[in-house]
C-alpha cells in the first residue's frame, strides 16, 4: 500500500471525539469502534475520563462495540480509565503494529471491515487501521488546558509530511462509496 493511501483517514472529523456521533457510526454501518486513549480519549496526563467522554460512551455503546488499544504501558492509567469507562483494553499497542489491533478484533468477534479505528495521530492510529482494513476516523487530539496555548508539534509534522506524501487531511466527510469500495476487493 502507498504511503498516501496509509496516511489517508476515511473520515476526519473536526473537533474531538465527542462529535463522533451514533447517526456517523451508522452511517458508515460500523458495529465495532477501536480507540486510541492519549489525546484521543483524555489528555496524555489525564488519569480519569471526564464527565462528557463517559457520557459519550454511554450514547455510543447503544449502537457499536467498543474496545481500547494504547501504545501507553501504564496499566494503572490506562486500565483506571477503562475500567471506569467498563471498556476492554489493550496496552504497549506500539501502532502502527497490528498485534493488539488484533486481539481487540478477536474480542469483538467482527468482520475488519465493520469495525473504525479512531485516534488523532495518523503516523499510529490512522497507518495501522489502514494496514488492517479499518474504517479510519481521525479526531482532534484533548490536550490538556495547560498545553492548549502551545502548537501541537507531532501532529503538525505528520499533517505536513501527510500532505507532502499525497494525502489530504482536511476535515470533510469522504464520500462513503470509497470506503465499500476500498474494502470490497
Known amino acids: ?9 476515511d473520515l476526519i472529523l473536526q473537533g474531538s471525539v465527542l462529535n463522533l456521533t451514533p447517526e456517523i457510526i451508522q452511517k458508515y ?11 484521543t480519549l483524555v489528555p496524555v496526563r489525564a488519569a480519569s475520563a471526564s464527565p462528557e467522554l463517559k457520557q459519550w460512551v454511554e450514547l455510543v455503546r447503544s449502537c457499536t462495540t467498543l474496545s481500547l488499544v494504547s501504545n ?22 506500539a501502532k502502527p503494529s497490528r498485534r493488539k489491533i488484533r486481539q481487540a478484533l478477536k474480542t469483538m468477534n ?8 479512531v485516534g488523532d495521530r495518523l503516523f499510529t492510529d490512522i497507518v495501522v487501521g489502514n494496514r488492517m482494513g479499518m474504517f479510519t476516523i481521525l479526531v482532534e487530539p484533548i490536550v490538556h488546558s495547560d498545553a492548549a496555548l502551545r502548537s501541537h508539534p507531532i501532529r503538525n509534522f505528520e499533517v505536513w509530511v501527510s500532505e507532502i506524501l499525497g494525502a489530504s487531511i482536511t476535515p470533510k466527510n469522504k464520500d462513503l462509496s470509497k470506503f465499500t469500495n476500498r474494502h470490497k476487493n
Open 72 to 93: 501507553n504501558l501504564s496499566e494503572y492509567r490506562i486500565g483506571g480509565i477503562a475500567r471506569s469507562l467498563d471498556l476492554p483494553y489493550f496496552l504497549g499497542a
Open 29 to 39: 454501518e460500523l458495529k465495532g469502534l477501536v480507540l486510541d486513549v492519549d489525546e
Open 1 to 9: 500500500m502507498r504511503w498516501n493511501k496509509l496516511l489517508q483517514p
Open 110 to 117: 467482527l468482520p475488519v471491515n465493520q469495525v473504525g479505528m
